[in-house]
């Protein structure tokens, strides 16, 4: 099931007591994938496939996303940790894997490690199998 299939796109302001993802407005793709919709009976440790790339109008978070996926996971009502988090790259390797290890906390503001990674074989397969679907299903 198909949670979010669009244009991610942000101003650079801040908005009440959330700070902008830049202070530069930009845009990403996004699609988001719950996975346990495919298959009720299978318990996923990340039930959501996020995936995110670069429209090539304003900033890129590419550098430091941990501000997109706070973003996106208080817009859409998504645990951080429990999504596979997936950057669609312009290079031959097409996906990285983006990993986010909780580091520290400041009151109920947690901060993240983050790691980039290629994706595993089942989680390459995971990734084209859901993207082609997605495709299919826009014809």
């Known amino acids: 099931m198909y949670i979010f299939n669009g244009t991610y796109s942000w101003d650079g302001k801040r908005h009440g007591d959330r700070d902008p993802i830049a202070w530069f407005a930009g845009s990403y793709n996004l699609l988001i994938i719950n996975l346990q919709a495919h298959q009720p009976g299978v318990k996923f440790l990340k039930p959501y496939l996020c995936v ?5 109008q304003g ?9 997109f996926a706070k973003h996106v996971c208080t817009d ?4 951080l940790e429990r999504v596979l988090w997936v950057e669609k790259l312009t290079t031959k390797d097409r996906y990285e894997v983006v990993v986010f290890t909780r580091s520290n906390r400041l009151g109920d503001n947690h901060f993240y490690r983050i790691a ?3 994706p595993t074989a089942a989680e390459s397969n995971l ?11 826009l014809q």
Do not use: W
């Open 127 to 137: 990734i084209c199998n859901e993207i082609e679907a997605h495709i299919k299903s």
């Open 52 to 56: 995110f790339s670069e429209t090539g």
């Open 59 to 67: 900033h890129s978070i590419s550098a430091n996303p941990e501000k």
């Open 116 to 118: 980039r990674r290629l």
């Open 76 to 79: 859409f009502s998504l645990d």
